[in-house]
């Protein structure tokens, strides 16, 4: 089956820039969709297909792939965006759903 | 707006059975595929079954194959799993989740329901 990396954890200094990798075997290849998701609250989605973001997403959130690493980056970061970010895909041959294994994001 | 409404978590001895509910409004239903998702407390999201409007595709986790039945009633607007033979494994927040489109993502999620899974 098909498996997603996320290092655990990743710590950013308010206003500074934090990247959180995806990686997976050319994941270049697939789309890649990665969810918000807050103590305690339903996941929200923050970008699609790569790099677009929905409505409501501030610019601040931008994603990007490269061979086999997906990249969520958040610029000038907030105390509002600590939660954990989880990449996902599909695998299609399966049509199963997969997700990596999520990164908590802190704002120190 | 869209709203996705699970019910029917609870807690449950190994080997029974527990039907999930989702309702589903703000939006056309028959329009969209509809997946679970699951999240153990403290873990991280794991895919667990999805179905298209119409039945035409039917995916399973291959943790919950053979145990777990997805189905949905489009005149109810309304999302299930069907789970038997449960395990404490499958201990989890169950959420309902809308598919954007084949391939995509999913892009409004319900609050989830709990289910316990212990003797």
């Known amino acids: 089956s098909y498996v997603l990396t996320q290092p655990p954890s990743v710590s950013v200094a308010p206003g500074k820039t934090a990247r959180i990798t995806c990686g997976g075997n050319?994941?270049?290849?697939?789309?890649v969709h990665w969810y918000q998701q807050r103590p305690g609250q339903a996941p929200v989605l923050v970008i699609y297909y790569d790099r677009d973001r929905p409505s409501g997403i501030p610019e601040r959130f931008s994603g990007s792939t490269s061979g086999n690493t997906a990249t969520l980056t958040i610029s000038r970061a907030e105390a509002g965006d600590e939660a954990d970010y989880y990449c996902q895909v599909w695998n299609s041959r399966l049509d199963q759903g997969v997700f990596g294994g999520g990164t908590k994001l802190t704002v120190l | 707006e869209v709203q996705l409404v699970e019910s029917g978590g609870n807690l449950v001895q190994p080997g029974g059975s527990l039907r999930l509910s989702c309702a589903a409004s703000g939006f056309i239903f028959d329009d969209y595929a509809m997946h679970w998702v699951r999240q153990a407390p403290g873990k991280g999201l794991e895919w667990v079954s999805g179905v298209t409007w119409n039945y035409d595709s039917i995916a399973y986790a291959d943790s919950v194959k053979g145990r777990f039945t997805i189905s949905r009633d489009n005149a109810k607007n309304s999302l299930y799993l069907q789970m038997n033979s449960l395990r404490v494994e499958d201990t989890a927040f169950y959420f309902c989740a809308r598919l954007r489109n084949i391939g995509g993502p999913f892009d409004s999620w319900g609050q989830g329901t709990l289910v316990t899974v212990s003797s």
């Open positions: 050319n994941i270049g290849s697939k789309s």
